[in-house]
């Protein structure tokens, strides 16, 4: 059958009345989430995974699917109406929104961002079910060893290539290939790093650490940190329509916007940020208005909102059909589609078939939702924004123990005559580490795509170097494998060599940090 | 991370050069319990030892780096922390964590979340602590009646779901 058959099954399914509810819930879920400030995607989509728990898979990946969009709708959203450093994915957002918000052109910036956000969803949705199909038939010609390449180059992508050192993403990759390794090994049985404990079996859950970093860390850091800005919500003025003016000069910008951000998002090369940011770079030297650039100019905002979404569709292209997680979020839903016993790659799609366009489709009724959902919806959004900080990081930490004790609550180790949570211990000694690499300038994604795709890595190269007999030639015996290499080398040489010409600064911008 | 926060010394980063000893440290334990393992013969040359040496030589290698870092001043300025809030976030959860299996998850989690809203200068506690059960007992009444996710409950939630302790 051919994509446009698929798809349609798949709108057939979408369409269904439960499963338009669940989109409904995860889409609504996800904004309002996602709005939070302190709040990024991926926590959005892991605070939110044990909500998902007691439904078929269908639902809940149908409901995950909204959720991630509603999530990345919300940051844009808050980046706008609260200048807050730290968003990364919305940070360019926030250099042209937040100022025409300032300049009472709130409404129009947030319109702007919600239709370019459309826009590039659905160019980007069919984009990720035309592009697929492809892939996946490409993808089932890899062996062991061009599997072992592509995520030699995943590890270097998401953790060296961008952010402001080499040394310190490739230590928290490290950080999280050797949490990786914690428990029995797959192939043998045999037990690794659990030093008798019996929890430690079964490894370190992805979804219990990315709660940890993001959520705990960001917490203590936020609060530890005297220097906090109490940064203020900019109340939306006047009209939230666009004048014919703003349409002009957004359009096109929405369409560069999505062209730059789904092939970032597709290859393994960095996250929601760098195509954001390539997006504001393109934008700035193609306006005719540069004067306006740094003042609240629209494109600003409607270039990289649409490069943001984009790049989020594109994410699911190596996710879906690699089993490639590249960024946070797409290792936590790596972990969603784990919990059902579903492991995404070329064999999904043939063998979950309904299942995964059912997905894509949902994609594409999430991202209707939205645009209905968000305009009218603003000024409950920008309540949401005003939740003082006392009670909305009590709320978090109510929400992120909530959500581990949900997964796995069992109350297996004894403190003398009490019985407490061992995910629960864990998961104050991971918020800690999250506080400590927030700390010393440490990026937080690179860890948590270590754990999940570490003991994925590991099994590629077992399986490879066991099909040559231990002979290390094989890694670079296919063209693949060695021009995945070349293109990890230079992700790790050209980045080495523009720090040392002095343009570090730049590349500093483009930390991968919060997804 | 706000730039000119601490005056630019020239002298080695002391915290920086604990990391590299702690990422030495978590090296070489990797070493000693993979080395520790009794692997068949058969699994020797592609078996589950080769994974964790390769990890553990990349962490000591980065430890390596990490002290020639520190020396050169390579980190990232930091701010001044304050260390109160965090050793009340730091309480709550604990005191979660040990309240749970007796208290139920309201009490427990309302605890924590008091502490933590004390954290961020929002107290007394005797207000807050009563203001975070109620929230955590609607939440909990959400999730565990409606979503069925298994959470610990405790005399107060039996008590206001079936009546009796």
Known sequence: MDTWGLLAQGLIAALQVHNLIYALIGVTLGTAVGVLPGIGPALTVALLLPVTYKLDPAGSLIMFAGIYYGGMYGGST????????????????????????RKGRGGPALATAAI????????????????APTVVKFAL???????????????????????????????????????????????????????????????IEVTTMAVALFAIGE????????????????????????????????????????????????MPAGGADVASFLSYSAEKSFTKKPEEFGNGAIEGVAGPE????????????????????????????????????????PLLFTNNASLVWALIASLLVANFMLLVLNLPLIGLWVKLLTIPKPWLYAGILTFATLGTLGANGAMSMGVGPV???????????????????RRFGYPIAPVVVGLILGPMAEQQLRRALAISQGDLNILVSSPIAIALYVVAFIALALPLYLRLRGKGAMLGQLATDED | MTPGSSSRERRPDGAALVIAVILAGLAAIIFWQTSQMRVPPIQARVGPTVFPYVIATGLALLAVGTAISALRNGFPARSKDDYGPIAWIIGG?????????????????????AFTAKAFGRGPLWQTIPIG?????VVWFLFAKGLQLSLPAGPLERLLTTGSF
């Open chain 2, 93 to 113: 959860l604990v005191a979660q964590i040990l309240l749970l299996s007796t208290a139920g998850f309201s009490i427990a989690t309302g605890v924590l979340f």
């Open chain 1, 219 to 266: 917490t203590l850091k936020t609060a530890s940190d005297r220097d906090q800005v109490n940064a203020e919500v900019i109340a939306v003025k006047g009209s939230v329509w666009m004048t014919i003016e703003d349409w002009k000069r957004s359009w096109a910008a929405w369409l560069r916007g999505t062209f730059i951000g789904f092939p970032i998002g597709a």
């Open chain 1, 419 to 437: 019985r407490i949570s061992f995910e629960l211990v864990l998961l104050l000694a991971f918020g800690v580490l999250g506080y400590l690499l």
């Open chain 1, 116 to 131: 370019g956000s459309f826009v590039a969803g659905l160019i980007a949705t069919l984009g990720l079910a035309f592009v």
């Open chain 2, 133 to 137: 059960v109620v929230f955590c007992f």
């Open chain 1, 78 to 101: 808050t980046s706008i109406l609260l200048n807050t450093p730290g968003e990364s994915a919305s940070i360019v957002t926030a250099l042209e929104g937040n100022k025409m918000a």
């Open chain 1, 306 to 345: 649409a490069a943001n979404n984009a790049s989020a569709a594109g994410t699911l292209v190596p996710l879906l059909t690699l089993g490639l997680p590249t960024t946070a979020t797409a290792a936590i839903m790596l972990a969603g589609f784990q919990q059902f016993g579903l492991q995404p790659g």
């Open chain 1, 141 to 203: 010609s890899f062996g062991p060893a061009d599997y072992f390449a592509l995520m030699v180059l995943a590890f270097i992508t998401v953790s060296a290539a961008f952010g402001d050192s080499a040394l310190r993403g490739l230590t928290a990759l490290f950080i999280g290939l050797g949490l990786g390794l914690i428990g029995i090994d797959l192939q043998t049985g045999q037990t690794r790093l659990a030093f008798g404990v019996m929890d430690l079996l079964d490894g």
